[in-house]
């Protein structure tokens, strides 16, 4: 979109800096201590019934973790990120394991222009959307839905709350410890940072998002109360 309106929110990293090219080169560490990105993979390409003929979206694709998995059992992975330093990683693992069938593009939900013609057969956004706030989301899956084809399916995973909105301050408290035990001193306070600084959730607001953007939801997976992934088509 060129000759963005000065309204137009101003799309940029939120909460821990994944721009931070130090950050950026312990993501795969770090995630790694709670993660089994091959399982989750995995796990995606039965949910989402992905072929080798597909073309597939990842959006807020990091350092490659699922997408590098997915190039193996598709055609082609588009792989965004507002983060040229994740991305780098990325190429570099690709070229690594001599996989040849992804792309990749330095952009985020807002900015990213979809080149080609034809539209993709499945997009896939794993803990990215909550960068964007709750209106500004909604026009992030309008983009989306513009990319995809006609019933193509989109997978949503992202931190979204599912507890009553009087039982916050327990509930986020919880979500902290769990953190810690998982995962240790650094992942606990990138969740803390989460909380503060980022625009996560209720998994009530998410859904109608996605019902008003024109997905259905085929399916709702809810883990550690607070985790939840979304199988979506669009109508």
Known sequence: MQNRPKWYYNEKQ???DYLDPQIAREYDNE????????VESEQIIQNLGITPD???????????????????????????????EMLDILEKKAQKQNINNIETHCAGFLTYTHGSSDKV???I???ALHHLPDFWKSIALLKLGE????????????VVF?????????????LIKNMQVAAG?????????????????????????LKKSGFSIDSKQIEAENLVGYVCSKL
């Open 31 to 38: 995630h790694q201590k709670f993660r089994n990105f091959e």
């Open 162 to 174: 599912t507890f009553k909105p009087q039982n916050y301050e327990n509930s986020l408290e919880q």
């Open 185 to 209: 001193d650094s992942m606990t306070e990138e969740t803390e940072i989460h909380i503060r600084d980022e625009f996560s959730t209720y998994d009530w607001i998410m859904e109608g998002l």
């Open 125 to 127: 956004s794993m803990v």
């Open 54 to 84: 597909d073309t597939v979206l990842d959006f807020g694709c990091g350092t490659g973790g699922i997408a590098l998995n997915l190039a193996k059992h598709s055609k082609k992975v588009i792989g965004v990120d507002i983060s040229q």
């Open 121 to 123: 057969d499945k997009i």
């Open 147 to 158: 990319i995809l084809k006609r019933e193509g399916k989109l997978y949503l995973f992202d």
């Open 14 to 16: 939120s909460g821990v």
